[in-house]
């Protein structure tokens, strides 16, 4: 009989949310969902007509992606982040971020013997991805924590998901120079780094981290949250060559190809600064009311600085905060869901309507 794959997996934590979600839906104005970080706000038009305008594609796509999209990323990392020294063969799209998190430590080959360092506080994906190779997992957030072990892939988040802290360049730096003396590859998700509020994240590509030298660093970008394009699928990953090159040569075999209109749809938002921008401020707006409601109710917000989401306690077990939140109609995600560590403390998206997030605000001032 084949290994059931799903036995070694944790259960699917928005499972564990169907009493909760179920009283926030009872209230007289309708559940205001701030428990999923999933974009409300319309595809800008510029992506939309690159889409339809590539939609008579017959064949099939490339797994490195078009000429012009591998331009575009990498222009993209460079005007935006100040990520230099990018080559074409240095970016590669991918079907999602998540797709590329969960699939990496298969893709770069990774067993029982291996080990995944993941953040104390993270995205449940980098552990599933690891699990999914039987690989052992420690989480740890500085260098003693992991101990004499040279694992084969330390995954970095920043600003972080769910607790929107930003690491440092000197923090950044140390893991740089730490996993080369070691031959770890370091695989940073930066799927929020044009959201900084109270601090400026920095890429580990960058050359204030990386000196220009992308060596055993890969990067993680998503069009999810910067373009509002979650429906499409639509991320890339960018640095180290010989590490992309080995991605891209399994992808291939594995049919791992993001469809030619997302393509084109990707290299109009990668061009594109201003609909980038406008989204930015909807999620600043957004930030401002209801940051100052959770803490005029009574909550501490921890760290945020960065992101789209609030990491908010008032120290007391995750569950009770989320039943209390329900109550008000407001389903938020219990903070037991990213490690043991966030037990008591909830996270709360910024990614609602304005109507909706004004909604939230008035039942909290309540």
């Not at 928005?14 to 104005?29: E, F, G, K, M, S």
């Not at 869901?337 to 709360?348: A, E, M, N, S, T």
Request: proline share 7%.
């Amino acid at each position: 009989m084949p290994r059931r794959v799903s036995a070694s997996l944790p259960v699917f934590p928005w499972d564990t949310l169907a009493d909760v979600t179920a009283v926030a839906r009872a209230h007289p104005d309708g559940i205001v969902d701030l428990s999923v970080g999933t974009p409300v706000d319309p595809v800008a038009p510029v992506i939309r007509d690159a889409l339809a305008a590539a939609s008579s594609a017959p064949g099939y796509p490339t797994t490195a992606g078009t000429a012009a999209l591998r331009t575009a990323m990498a222009r993209a990392l460079e005007r935006r982040y100040g990520i230099t020294d990018l080559a074409d063969d240095a970016v590669l799209p991918v079907i999602g971020t998540k797709e590329l998190i969960a699939w990496l430590p298969t893709l770069i080959g990774l067993g029982p013997d291996d080990t995944v360092v993941v953040p104390e506080l993270a995205y449940p994906t980098y552990d599933v991805g690891a699990r999914l190779t039987n690989a052992q997992v420690v989480r740890a957030d500085s260098l003693t924590q992991i101990g004499p072990r040279t694992p084969a892939l330390v995954f970095l988040n920043s600003p972080s998901n769910p607790t929107g802290a930003v690491l440092g360049v000197d923090h950044l730096r140390k893991v740089v120079g730490w996993a080369r003396e070691r031959g770890v590859l370091v695989a940073s998700d930066e799927c929020y780094l044009g959201l900084g509020w109270e601090a400026e994240p920095v890429s580990i590509l960058h050359p204030s981290v990386s000196d220009g030298d992308h060596t055993g660093l890969l990067a993680v970008h998503s069009l999810s949250k910067t373009s509002s394009l979650a429906g499409y699928r639509a991320g890339f990953v960018a640095g180290d060559p010989a590490v992309v090159a080995e991605l891209l040569a399994v992808r291939k075999h594995a049919g791992m190809m993001v469809p030619t209109p997302v393509q084109a749809a990707m290299v109009a938002a990668l061009d594109d600064d201003d609909h980038e921008a406008e989204q930015r401020k909807r999620y600043a707006h957004r930030r401002t009311g209801l940051l100052r409601a959770v803490r005029d109710a009574g909550f501490t917000v921890d760290h945020s600085e960065a992101g789209l989401y609030l990491w908010a306690t008032r120290d007391e077990p995750c569950r009770e905060t989320l039943a209390w939140f329900a109550d008000r109609g407001i389903l938020v995600a219990p903070g037991e869901f990213y490690g043991p560590r966030g037990g008591r403390h909830v996270r709360i998206a910024l990614t609602a309507t304005d109507e909706r997030i004004d909604a939230a605000v008035a039942r909290l001032a309540a």
